[in-house]
Protein backbone atom coordinates (compact mmCIF):
# COMPACT_ATOMS: atom_id res chain seq x y z
CA UNK A 1 0.00 0.00 0.00
CA UNK A 2 1.63 3.05 -1.17
CA UNK A 3 0.81 6.65 0.96
CA UNK A 4 1.05 10.20 -0.42
CA UNK A 5 3.98 11.35 0.86
CA UNK A 6 4.30 15.72 1.47
CA UNK A 7 6.86 17.38 3.14
CA UNK A 8 6.91 20.85 4.55
CA UNK A 9 8.79 23.90 2.61
CA UNK A 10 10.38 24.12 6.07
CA UNK A 11 11.66 20.54 5.82
CA UNK A 12 12.74 21.10 2.01
CA UNK A 13 14.97 24.02 2.75
CA UNK A 14 16.47 22.76 5.87
CA UNK A 15 17.14 19.72 3.68
CA UNK A 16 18.92 21.84 1.36
CA UNK A 17 21.14 22.93 3.90
CA UNK A 18 22.81 19.29 4.95
CA UNK A 19 26.04 18.70 3.71
CA UNK A 20 25.31 16.59 0.35
CA UNK A 21 26.20 12.74 1.64
CA UNK A 22 23.71 13.42 4.65
CA UNK A 23 20.86 15.13 2.38
CA UNK A 24 21.20 11.88 -0.10
CA UNK A 25 20.74 9.50 2.94
CA UNK A 26 18.06 11.56 4.72
CA UNK A 27 16.21 11.89 0.73
CA UNK A 28 15.92 8.37 0.15
CA UNK A 29 14.83 7.54 4.03
CA UNK A 30 11.80 9.98 3.36
CA UNK A 31 11.00 8.56 -0.39
CA UNK A 32 10.90 4.83 1.79
CA UNK A 33 7.95 6.16 3.85
CA UNK A 34 5.75 6.49 1.01
CA UNK A 35 5.94 2.35 1.33
CA UNK A 36 6.88 2.25 4.51
CA UNK A 37 5.75 4.80 7.11
CA UNK A 38 6.78 2.34 10.22
CA UNK A 39 10.30 1.61 9.56
CA UNK A 40 12.08 -0.43 12.09
CA UNK A 41 14.72 1.98 12.85
CA UNK A 42 11.50 4.89 13.20
CA UNK A 43 10.40 5.84 16.83
CA UNK A 44 6.99 6.92 17.64
CA UNK A 45 6.68 9.84 19.65
CA UNK A 46 4.18 10.68 22.75
CA UNK A 47 2.50 13.34 20.68
CA UNK A 48 1.81 16.88 22.86
CA UNK A 49 -1.63 17.64 24.30
CA UNK A 50 -4.58 17.93 22.45
CA UNK A 51 -2.75 16.61 18.93
CA UNK A 52 -4.39 13.42 17.54
CA UNK A 53 -2.07 12.54 14.96
CA UNK A 54 0.90 9.62 14.95
CA UNK A 55 4.16 11.35 15.55
CA UNK A 56 7.18 10.06 14.88
CA UNK A 57 10.99 9.94 14.10
CA UNK A 58 13.64 8.60 12.24
CA UNK A 59 17.04 9.13 13.27
CA UNK A 60 20.38 9.43 11.02
CA UNK A 61 23.10 9.73 12.59
CA UNK A 62 23.00 13.38 14.44
CA UNK A 63 19.89 14.43 12.24
CA UNK A 64 15.77 13.76 12.80
CA UNK A 65 13.38 13.63 10.51
CA UNK A 66 9.91 14.72 12.16
CA UNK A 67 7.11 13.21 10.36
CA UNK A 68 3.45 12.74 11.07
CA UNK A 69 1.48 9.51 9.67
CA UNK A 70 -2.70 9.84 8.73
CA UNK A 71 -3.84 6.50 8.26
CA UNK A 72 -7.42 7.60 7.29
CA UNK A 73 -6.11 9.45 4.14
CA UNK A 74 -3.19 7.36 4.02
CA UNK A 75 -0.75 10.13 3.87
CA UNK A 76 2.91 11.10 5.23
CA UNK A 77 3.96 14.67 6.20
CA UNK A 78 7.64 15.43 7.05
CA UNK A 79 7.31 18.35 9.12
CA UNK A 80 11.24 18.53 10.56
CA UNK A 81 14.59 17.55 9.68
CA UNK A 82 16.72 18.69 12.86
CA UNK A 83 20.25 18.20 14.20
CA UNK A 84 20.41 17.11 17.56
CA UNK A 85 21.93 18.06 19.77
CA UNK A 86 20.55 21.08 20.38
CA UNK A 87 17.10 20.19 19.15
CA UNK A 88 15.43 18.88 22.07
CA UNK A 89 11.51 18.76 20.35
CA UNK A 90 10.73 22.11 22.13
CA UNK A 91 8.61 23.55 18.87
CA UNK A 92 6.70 20.30 18.37
CA UNK A 93 4.00 21.77 19.18
CA UNK A 94 4.58 24.39 16.40
CA UNK A 95 5.15 22.24 14.04
CA UNK A 96 1.74 19.98 14.49
CA UNK A 97 -0.36 22.65 13.78
Do not use: C
Request: aromatic content about 8%; charged content about 30%.
Amino acid sequence: MAYRLWIENEATLEMRKLPGDMRQRIRRAIQLLATEPRPHYSRQMRPPAGIHQEVRRLRIENWRVVYVVDEEFLEVGVLAIRKRPPYDYQDLVSLLT
